[in-house]
């Protein structure tokens, strides 16, 4: 491993943090590695960061991470130029990686929304609907979590540095339960959760504090969403409940298990 | 040149950086005057207003927490705050105090990631933290290690720094034990050291003269220093006009948001008038009633002691946007004092929180995020799905008087002879950092674009 003082490396891998339609809540996250963050700025040449840096240098980059989902003509552009400058991609968060809770409007009629918000509409540019990094260009890796987990994005630059694949896995939450000896929620309250459903990452965070997960670093690698719905249909939750529950941060994502999951379709389950 | 038809020369800056979200500035200079500063913000809409329709009552604290992750813990309050309102419900005891506690937290990391981050590189001549690290990597540290205290406090209560998972309307999901808050105060206690530091290092800083011209608005608490809840009240740029309030229900009655080309954001204006809010406001309505530990740091800071009752008495109202960096710096070591006091006398209550049924009512909520006043309004039905909803941000109504800012500091620049794109784009950045503008709020940062016609 390295230190973080070493001695002049010649030339520091590039960095560049780029954003489209978000809330700055996951490179805000690098901001909030205060005991890393000194580190990694000394193993990596944070080259292009304009939220915490006022000299934004050109690519080629590296490392590029993207924060915010693909919803203006203008994003389509950007994206791609980005690409064109990035050795590795890496997508952080729900809205890079899945669409956002702005996906919620690919399930509405869009100009009804900019009615809702702006009295005139037409100043306004949007695509009907926000959509993925990876819907548009290559993407080398994609870091979950409405916002992304503080550990995992150390985890995967640490990963990049040392030129190996980052080591996240793809379970469940129920397995960050068990690891952290929650009780589970479901099982004991008859709370409604989506941990079964939901990747891990964020260390099974709501169970810890007696909430059902709310599916915010959407579907895990493995689902079995049938399984699941009729528990939370016993624990009270209507159809309309569960069909808000799912569609948040993750609507994208959640949406394409719920398409599988459909009767007369098996492919939502498979071994770990 | 002697050519007589107007002619625009156009310069580009490639986004503003060091604020949170885009933004691009439009300058448009005749003759060596300012004739216009536009905040052009390009901050991709969302349509948080839209998608919150069809909701249950029960989920926009979680929603508009997205709106903004430099602030989510204001957007939660606020949101808490309308809901409870529409059914009936005040949230109060140590449950209130919980939430005071949490803000507590959110205002040390977000005042502090400005201060150190975001706003000393300009008084230092730096480009960023990390060029700062390098020449005063000791005040670096220490402003790293208070916004870690911040996050631990938010972290503590709400599971995470960034959209905390246990606010729930009524409440909490679940309170902490005054064992599991204790490790947090010997962190505080650290941290009220590193506060008075801050103030102390911004305290060294140069200010230019400068003076925002816009009416000052704030909530305003009986006996505290508003932060989770207060009445709106206003200090009127006008000394003709008297400092004045108005109940939170009347709050679109006064602050108008209206649509302009330039920007995916929506302008507001007060009663007509150009306002500004957060650090400066909060000074000049609240300050007499910071901790007389805060009172003293921001006499040490050079900020005097603040009106004696809200925005009228003795005292001095500060509207140089430049020292909002003092104000911020002295509400952060309040904060903090906050925290420990909150914690000290803190019992855990029977319930995390209230029951919050729903009915068919309108309500309203303002909390007072980190950089300004927060609306936010809801119309729920009786079955508590959301019909309507209203938020008004703070960056959106501060961007008419940031804009003034920007066109009386860039010509008072012309007019010393800084005309050079370099100094221009400099100077227009600090006006605008100097409001620790939230741009991902109102609706990320700078392209210059100046047109010069002669």
Redesign the interface.
Known sequence: MSTPTTPQPPARPRLGVF???????????L??C??E??CI?AELE?AH????????APGPYDLVLVEGSV??P??LERIRRIRADARHLVTIGACATAG???A??NY?D?E???A?????PE??E?LAA?TPISAHVAVDFELRG??I?RGQLVEVITAFLAGRKPAIPNHSVCFSCKRRGNVCVTVAHGTPCLGPVTHAG?GA??P????GC?G?FGPAGTTNLPALVPLMQRDGMSEE?IG?FLH??NVTAFTAVEEQGQPGTTDAEGPG | MSDPTPRAQELRIPSLARVEGETALYLRIHHGTVVEARLKIYEPPRFFEAFLRGRAHTEPPDLTSRICGICPVAYQMSACRAIEDACGVVVDGQLAALRRLLYCGEWIESQTLHIHMLHAPDFLGEDDVIGLSRSHLEHVKRGLRLKQTGNAVVELLGGRAIHPVNVRIGGFHRAPTRAELRPLEERLRTALDDAWDTVRWVAGFEFPDAECEADLLALAEPGTYAIESGVPTVLPYDAALPPYSFPLRDFTDHVAEEQVSHSTALHSRLDGRRHLTGALARWAVSGHLLSPLALQAAREAGLGDPPSQAGAGRGEVCRNPYRSILVRAVEVLYAVQEALRIISEYERPAHPYAEVPARAATGHGATEAPRGLLYHRYALDGRGRVTDARIVPPTAQNQGAIEEDLRRLVQAGLDRGEGSETELTRLCERAVRNHDPCISCSAHFLELDIERTR
């Open positions: 954003k489209l339609a978000s809330c700055d809540g996951c490179q805000l996250t901001l909030d205060e005991d963050l000194l700025a944070i960061f304009p939220e915490a840096s006022s000299e934004p919803s203006t203008e994003h956002g809770v702005q919620l409007r509405a869009v009804g929304y900019l809702t918000v702006y009295a005139r100043y306004i949007t926000s409405c916002p987990d964020c965070l709501c810890t504090y007696g909430r709310y915010c409940d808000r948040t941060f």
